[in-house]
């Protein structure tokens, strides 16, 4: 879509933009300052306790960013953020809460009034998440923004970012379709968000009656996590038990650039957003193509250098530290592998006992 399309419909539009400091929104937010700096309004909401302390946070976690660089050298730094203050209004609030739990009822009163756009980018992307915050975050969350696009006088579209796949048991060829609330991509399975709401208020209850300090109730609540959503490998690597993968070094990957898919997101809001109170409902899948694509040797790289930059930290307190997972493609070259480097270590272990 012509850059100018861009330019032309975000001018003189309110938007609003929910986990404002996270990877995506720190992009689109970059994006629509640089190319349309006529927006009337950017309304982020960040977790914060007031208006204050959300905008010391997006001042530190997204303006202070290398992201801004082209921007602040374009128009200079005093530009920036002469536009920044009077374009960008970060708002303390949780997606959580009904109403996001914001607290001024003035800025709120403004955003119902206001808003023409509304891209829900909220979520907590942590492979070992307590199970009762993802649950709050990712699923209800979602219902939050749409009870409060609701109450919006002039909101146009509703933008929701996910992820473009997930696990399933399913085989063949698998239709796209919009899914009723409670079907899942397992067979003979039904997904209840009260059943599930359940689960994490009565595991919370068997916490406290026991006593349990709030570091026990976040591990007990992460470890509910991983065995209800988690992607094992990733985990198990990131936590130094699993050394090696299976896998073709060669198989191309899924994974797309993330300037790419804002702009597919802006994409779709020119397409959809003149259709005034209509209730029509599209999906969009952004995923990588045939040329230049990633692959799991790629993937072994970026995990090895992700996991020493960022290690994680064990219950006693020490890091956690990784090496270059090896990639076997074949049964034949692990079994090597293992008798080459794990044989020799058991004999000795064994000699010894």
């Not at 997930?166 to 009260?194: A, M, Q, R, W």
């Amino acid at each position: 879509m012509e850059s100018y399309k861009i330019q032309q419909f975000l001018e003189g539009k309110t938007i609003f933009i929910t986990g404002a400091t996270g990877f995506l929104a720190k992009i689109l937010v970059e994006k629509i300052l640089r190319v349309q700096p006529n927006v009337k309004k950017l309304y982020l909401l960040l977790r914060a306790s007031d208006t204050k302390s959300a905008k010391k946070r997006f001042h530190e976690e997204v303006m202070q960013i290398e992201l801004f660089k082209v921007l602040r050298e374009k128009i200079g730094a005093k530009n920036l953020n002469s536009l920044v203050e009077e374009k960008v209004f970060p708002v303390a609030g949780d997606i959580s809460y009904e109403d996001f739990g914001i607290e001024n009822s003035e800025i709120k009163d403004e955003m119902f009034k206001e808003i023409d756009i509304i891209i829900n980018s909220a979520a907590t992307t942590r492979f070992d998440e307590r199970y009762d915050i993802a649950m709050n975050i990712n699923v209800l969350g979602a219902v939050n923004v749409l009870m409060f696009a609701k109450r919006c006088e002039k909101v146009k579209i509703i933008v929701h970012v996910s992820t473009a796949y997930v696990c399933g048991e399913g085989e063949g060829v698998i239709p796209e379709k919009s899914f009723i609330l409670g079907e899942t991509l397992n067979k003979n399975s039904y997904l209840d968000i009260d059943m599930e709401r359940k689960v994490i208020e009565d595991k919370l209850k068997e916490l406290e009656a026991q006593n349990f300090t709030s570091k026990e109730v976040t591990i007990a609540m992460k470890d509910l996590g991983i065995q209800r959503t988690v992607d094992s490998f990733i985990l198990g690597y990131g936590k130094g038990i699993l050394n090696f993968c299976f896998g073709d070094p060669n198989t191309k990957i899924d994974a797309i650039p993330g300037d790419m898919v804002v702009n597919s997101i802006l994409a779709a809001i020119i397409a959809h957003g003149n259709q005034y109170y209509s209730s029509q409902e599209s999906i969009y899948h952004i995923s990588s193509s045939k040329k230049n694509p990633l692959k799991s040797c790629d993937i072994q790289l970026f995990l090895f250098h992700y996991f020493t930059k960022n290690p994680w930290i064990n219950k006693d307190g020490n890091i956690i530290k990784v090496g270059m997972p090896p990639l076997f493609s074949s049964m034949d070259s692990f079994q090597k592998y293992i008798s080459t480097y794990y044989w020799p270590l058991l004999k000795v272990f064994f000699s010894s006992i």
